[in-house]
Each structure stands twice: as structure tokens, then as C-alpha cells.
């Protein structure tokens, strides 16, 4: 059962959503809002299947490389700049993917009103 005020699954039978609290009415659902349900449920996994992790890596490398190049050589400045652009480029990157999806999700989830 989805939660009609957050779209998050929940156990059938639920009273209330487990992620935001709202109280849940049970849906008879057609196949086709069946289908769009798993489908959200594979995006709302793909947007959390997006990591960060990388970019922040590749940001505090670049700022060490800009601390080390201020303390010794002015080519491992430049390249801690580089770091620190390709950091960036890259969070960006994943932050557009997540609002496609989520984009996605919304209209996936009007189709079945």
C-alpha cells in the first residue's frame, strides 16, 4: 500500500504511513495504477541509489591539493582547483538526476488520479 500524501510504500493492512505519519485509506487499485506503482517504487530506489560520496571525496582531495599547493608548489594549486571543478561538475551531475526522477515520479503519480 502507498501512502497518498508521500508515495512511500507501506505494509498492507497500515493504518498510518510509516515515513510521514498520514493516515492510510485503502485504494482499490487497477493493474495499470498497480504498474505505475511499482514503477515510482523503482525510481524512489534509483533516487536513493544516488551517492554523494564520490563528489565530497573528490572536493576534500581537491582542497587538500589546494592547502599542499599554497604551503609548496604552485602546479599542485592547480590541480586541487581541478579536483575541486571536477567535484562540483559531478554533485551537480547527480542533484539533476535526482530531480528527474522525482520529476518523473510526480507524473507517474498524477496519472493514477
Request: with cysteine; hydrophobic share 45%; glycine share 8%.
Amino acid at each position: 500500500m502507498f501512502c497518498q500524501k508521500c508515495g512511500k510504500e507501506n505494509k498492507e493492512g497500515a493504518a498510518f504511513c510509516n515515513a510521514c505519519g498520514a493516515p492510510l485509506i485503502p485504494v482499490i487499485t487497477s493493474s495499470k495504477d498497480k504498474v505505475i506503482q511499482a514503477k515510482v517504487k523503482t525510481k524512489r530506489d534509483q533516487i536513493e541509489g544516488i551517492s554523494q560520496t564520490g563528489p565530497i571525496l573528490a572536493c576534500l582531495v581537491g582542497l587538500l591539493f589546494l592547502f599542499l599547493g599554497f604551503l609548496f608548489n604552485f602546479l599542485i594549486l592547480i590541480f586541487g582547483l581541478i579536483l575541486l571543478g571536477i567535484a562540483i561538475w559531478w554533485s551537480s551531475g547527480r542533484e539533476n538526476e535526482r530531480k528527474k526522477l522525482e520529476n518523473e515520479i510526480k507524473e507517474l503519480q498524477a496519472e493514477m488520479e
